[in-house]
């Protein structure tokens, strides 16, 4: 079984730019969750989507924004490019979403690493 | 806030050493906690926990879950140099949002 998928693997932007990345997931599975990873701050939360919804959301400005189509693939995009922004953008599936009494693993695509000059 | 605490941060060991990893969490309705080991790419998932004292092992790792004590620990024996990674603890709030600790570095030398 092909594993999480992201696409591109690398990315050099300036500063105001806008950026998208894309996350495809593992067949099957349903959740896609965006993280940030730095060096200072580790692996930060951006958000979730399951069924194409929006279940969960970290501490990240409105810049940072996401969506999920009906295939599971999803989307991230950030807007107005921050230098802070640089980073390595991990993407990770599971194959329902996790909260009550259910918790499901999460398997982590290769990451975008996204640099802004 | 919740937050996930790992220590040591780094930690240095020769081939053959056993080490262990702890992790400590303050999670909003905890419901679950995993282990993730991260070298020069994605995190690779290791372990999930859910119940306390119960403990799941893959060849030379295992680990343990204390819900009392509000921490596990991730044991490694007989260490090899392929096992230098970054060791990340993440917990599940009953939100469902995964919160991660700031990993361990370990480096094992020959």
């Known amino acids: 079984k092909a594993g999480v998928t992201q696409t591109p693997r690398y990315l050099i932007k300036t500063r105001g730019q806008q950026v998208t990345l894309s996350c495809s997931p593992i067949s099957g599975h349903r959740s896609v969750s965006w993280y940030q990873q730095t060096p200072g701050q580790g692996l930060q939360f951006l958000f979730e989507?399951?069924?194409?919804?929006?279940?969960n959301k970290g501490n990240f400005p409105g810049r940072f924004s996401g969506r999920q189509f009906s295939n599971s693939r999803s989307e991230m995009n950030v807007s107005t490019l921050e230098l802070g922004d640089s980073a390595l953008y991990l993407c990770?599936?599971?194959?329902?979403?996790?909260?009550?009494?259910?918790?499901?693993?999460?398997?982590f695509g290769p990451g975008t690493r996204l640099t802004v000059t | 806030e919740d937050k996930v605490v790992q220590s040591p941060l780094s930690l240095v060991v020769h081939e053959g050493d056993t080490v262990t990893l702890n992790c400590s969490y303050e999670?909003?309705?905890?419901?679950?906690l995993l282990w993730y080991k991260q070298e020069k790419k994605a995190p690779t998932f290791l372990f999930m926990l859910?119940?306390?004292?119960i403990e799941k092992k893959s060849g030379r790792l295992s680990s343990i879950l204390d819900k009392k004590e509000l921490s596990s620990i991730l044991n490694i024996t007989a260490t090899q140099t392929g096992d230098s990674a970054i060791y990340l603890c993440a917990a599940y709030n009953q939100g469902g949002k995964l919160i991660f600790g700031q990993g361990t570095e370990l480096s094992v030398k020959p």
């Open positions: 999670v909003t309705n905890f419901r679950s």
């Open positions: 990770a599936s599971s194959l329902l979403t996790s909260g009550g009494l259910s918790s499901y693993e999460q398997y």
């Open positions: 859910t119940s306390s004292g």
């Open positions: 989507y399951f069924s194409e919804t929006q279940r």
